[in-house]
């Protein structure tokens, strides 16, 4: 259980100025603390969704008493990042959430700022990429897009996020493994999945890569066709195989975790560990996990920074092929 007094004291002089949703629970107050979470981008996205469940799920399992919100978007994660940093260093009762596209955007973004200035807390979730091109493309398999990528990329447009986000380094990855130079891809980045999708429909793009969930309505409606996902085994309820089965040696999870501030003493960073640990073991956060398709993927603490220094090299060197690092 979290040190109650030392959450409330650190609440109360952080105040509430700022932030966006407030949700208290007096029956819990007396026995669970207040916690703060900042959330780097806009209201509706996934690290949102991500953080409003952590929130509801620390409620419902009496975890904590109630949270504050802030949302802070922009660039990937990049304006908010410096506030977290300079602003709420050392308050131990704050989590930030962030993820594999904070690690692009900053690597991109050539920010001042990186992940190796916060504390790592969990990573929690890891959401599956799919590929998938429209009803009547000529590409039936997978194998028939890495064939064609093959013979000309330029001739081969693919639609997705932002450049340097997880969606781009799928592309990118999927091109290395099969030896296509990765600066000679086709990649057309759109800011949200609704545009990709209707570009995708409007047959202005010949394939598409983003989270199983963008595309799942319109796989079940025929009009898109899922040629593979990026998961590491085959997914209950979905028709296509994963990528190394289709012979392309790639597995990716857009992963999302959570980090407090720098300057946390190692009690708080311990007693948030335990916290984040309770409610990734409860049938509550399962539950959600199920019903969002969300993988969990639960790594705290040190095994947690391990995770993230390899994975920001990963990255670091795909976007270099990409020619953004």
Known sequence: ????????????AAGAAGFVATHLTPAFAQDAPQIQIFVPAAPGG??????RTIDQVLRSEKLISGSQITNVGGAGGTVGLPQFISQWKG???????????MVGAIIANKSANNLSEVTPIARLTGEFEALVVPADSPFKTAGDFVAALKADPTKVPVAGGSAGGSDHILFGLIAKTVGVPATNLSYVPFAGGGEALSALLGNQVAAGISGFGEFSEQIKAGALRLLAISADKRQ????APTMKEAGIDVELFNWRGVF????VSDADKAAMVTMIETMAKSDAWATECKNRNWTPILLTGDDYAKFL???TARITAILKDLGLA
């Not at 209950?236 to 028709?239: A, E, R």
Request: no cysteine; proline share 5%.
């Open 1 to 12: 259980m979290l040190n109650r007094r030392r959450f409330l004291m650190s609440t109360a």
């Open 46 to 51: 996934g690290w949102d969704q991500t953080g």
């Open 91 to 101: 308050k131990g009762n704050s989590l930030m959430v962030a993820g594999m596209v």
């Open 236 to 239: 209950d309820g979905i028709d």
């Open 260 to 263: 407090a501030p720098p300057g």
């Open 309 to 311: 220094a390899d994975d």
